[in-house]
């Protein structure tokens, strides 16, 4: 266990080392700052948004950011490898190649997970700064009363979306050693899944509902809501088993592609 956690230490340190990803943290944490001037200067003497508000509308700009920097990481991790030729080097340690790949996938996590805590402290605290507090959450729900609940749940459901799309941009690297190819196909998984949700759901069957675009949007049952499917009824944990299949069929190819390929071409 130690060594695979010095595993885990070692893919952290390749992630940190690179001014790539310093330059990422910088976005994460300017632009909910910027966001919360923008609505501090708009809203001028008149009071028109709490504090939760705002950080709730940056954040809806945020996490899409936070979901496509982590789409990179997760594409770099093992295509990069291939891409500047140390998978070779790698492979020679006394490591299994589950346990090389579980490492990558576990750091990638890691990488959206701290990224996400900073977007959320920074997007709290710049609100706050600029509106003041708020203990009231009729902005964000009208079925809930602490607005803590609410962006925590928010966050949460937010980072469940982003744990798909970063595996199947994990997958595509693995299956396809190519960073460019796993980063363009998961940032159009992130940008047309409404669109494509939308397409699915005039289909009107039933197994439109196992589809993995349609649950892509969690929000949809906060305040509520009775699911992502408009002419289907569902429940949020419905919709998480459903995309959980989809996270254990990607991480099976990615494992299947990765521990049977032959490195030595």
Same mark, same amino acid.
């Given at each position: 266990?130690?060594? &695979?956690?010095?595993l885990?230490?070692?893919?952290?340190?390749?992630?940190?080392?690179? #001014?790539?990803t310093?330059?990422?943290?910088?976005?994460?944490?300017i632009?909910p %700052?910027?966001? =919360?001037?923008?609505?501090?200067?708009?809203?001028?003497? *008149?009071?028109?948004?709490?504090?939760?508000?705002?950080?709730?509308?940056?954040?809806?700009i945020?996490f899409?950011?936070?979901?496509?920097?982590?789409?990179?990481?997760?594409?770099e991790? #093992?295509? $990069?490898?291939f891409?500047? $030729?140390t998978?070779? %080097?790698l492979?020679?340690?006394?490591?299994?190649?589950?346990?090389?790949?579980?490492?990558?996938?576990?750091?990638?996590?890691?990488?959206?997970?701290?990224?996400?805590?900073?977007?959320?402290? #920074?997007?709290?605290?710049?609100?706050?700064?600029? &509106?003041?507090?708020?203990?009231s959450?009729?902005?964000?729900? *009208?079925?809930?009363?602490?607005?803590?609940t609410?962006?925590?749940?928010?966050?949460?459901? *937010?980072?469940?979306?982003?744990?798909?799309?970063?595996?199947?941009?994990?997958?595509?690297?693995?299956?396809?050693?190519?960073?460019?190819?796993a980063?363009?196909?998961? /940032?159009?998984?992130?940008?047309?899944g409404?669109?494509?949700?939308? %397409?699915?759901?005039?289909?009107?069957?039933?197994?439109?509902?196992?589809?993995?675009?349609?649950?892509?949007? %969690?929000? =949809?049952?906060?305040?509520?809501?009775?699911?992502?499917?408009?002419?289907?009824?569902?429940?949020?944990?419905? =919709?998480?088993?459903?995309?959980?299949?989809?996270? /254990?069929?990607?991480?099976i190819?990615?494992?299947? #592609?990765?521990?049977?390929?032959?490195?030595?071409?």
């Open positions: 266990m130690v060594d &695979f956690w010095s885990i230490l070692n893919e952290n340190m390749k992630i940190y080392r690179r #001014v790539a310093w330059i990422m943290l910088g976005f994460v944490v632009m %700052l910027a966001m =919360s001037v923008l609505f501090y200067f708009a809203a001028g003497d *008149q009071d028109l948004a709490s504090n939760w508000w705002v950080m709730k509308t940056a954040s809806q945020l899409p950011l936070i979901t496509i920097f982590t789409a990179v990481k997760a594409s991790s #093992v295509a $990069g490898e891409t500047w $030729g998978i070779k %080097l492979l020679i340690r006394p490591w299994s190649r589950s346990s090389i790949l579980l490492s990558k996938y576990i750091s990638t996590i890691l990488f959206a997970l701290f990224f996400t805590i900073i977007g959320f402290v #920074v997007s709290l605290l710049a609100s706050m700064a600029l &509106f003041g507090y708020s203990n959450a009729t902005d964000l729900s *009208q079925t809930m009363n602490s607005p803590w609410y962006m925590l749940e928010f966050y949460g459901l *937010q980072f469940v979306s982003l744990i798909v799309i970063v595996t199947f941009g994990f997958m595509m690297s693995s299956a396809f050693r190519s960073s460019g190819l980063i363009g196909l998961s /940032i159009f998984l992130l940008l047309s409404n669109l494509l949700a939308a %397409l699915f759901a005039l289909a009107d069957k039933a197994w439109v509902k196992y589809v993995m675009f349609l649950h892509l949007d %969690l929000t =949809s049952y906060l305040n509520g809501g009775t699911g992502p499917i408009p002419n289907q009824e569902t429940t949020l944990g419905f =919709s998480i088993a459903v995309l959980a299949v989809y996270v /254990i069929i990607f991480n190819v990615s494992w299947s #592609v990765f521990v049977k390929r032959d490195v030595a071409a």
